[in-house]
Nanobody, 122 residues
Framework: QVQLVESGGGLVQAGASLRLSCAAS????????MVWFRQAPGKEREFVAV????????YYADSVKGRFTISRDNVQNRMYLHMNSLKPEDKSVYLC???????????????WGQGTQVTVSS
C-alpha cells in the first residue's frame, strides 16, 4: 500500500522558517517526480514546487521563488520543502504528491499525502 505522509507544519510568525517533510512507504521515490501543492480553505489546490526523480530538474511557483527550496533524499525515501521568509499568505495545507514525470497540475498526480497545516501570523 502506497502512503505519503507530510510533517513539519505549524504556527509561526511572519519572517520565520519551516521545513516540511514528505515520507513515502510502499514505493521507491527514486523513480518518481515529487511535488508540493498547497490548498487554502475555499480555494483550489495551488502548485508550489516540483522536483524530478533525480533532483536534476526543479521548478517553483513565482509566489515562492527565492524563499522556498525543494529537495529530496532518495536513500531516505523523503522529500523536503524548506520555507524561509514566510508570509501570512503562505498559510495553507501543504500536500505532497508523486508521479513518474514532473508536472505542475494536480489532477495528473497518482499518489497524495493528507497534508500538513502551515499557519503564519502577521
Amino acid at each position: 500500500q502506497v502512503q505519503l505522509v507530510e510533517s513539519g507544519g505549524g504556527l509561526v510568525q511572519a519572517g520565520a522558517s519551516l521545513r516540511l517533510s514528505c515520507a513515502a512507504s510502499g514505493l521507491s521515490l527514486s523513480t518518481y517526480a515529487m511535488v508540493w501543492f498547497r490548498q487554502a480553505p475555499g480555494k483550489e489546490r495551488e502548485f508550489v514546487a516540483v522536483i524530478s526523480f533525480d533532483g536534476g530538474s526543479i521548478y517553483y511557483a513565482d509566489s515562492v521563488k527565492g524563499r522556498f527550496t525543494i529537495s529530496r533524499d532518495n536513500v531516505q525515501n523523503r522529500m523536503y520543502l524548506h520555507m524561509n521568509s514566510l508570509k501570512p499568505e503562505d498559510k495553507s495545507v501543504y500536500l505532497c504528491a508523486a508521479r513518474r514525470r514532473p508536472a505542475t497540475i494536480a489532477p495528473v498526480y497518482d499518489y497524495w499525502g493528507q497534508g500538513t497545516q502551515v499557519t503564519v501570523s502577521s
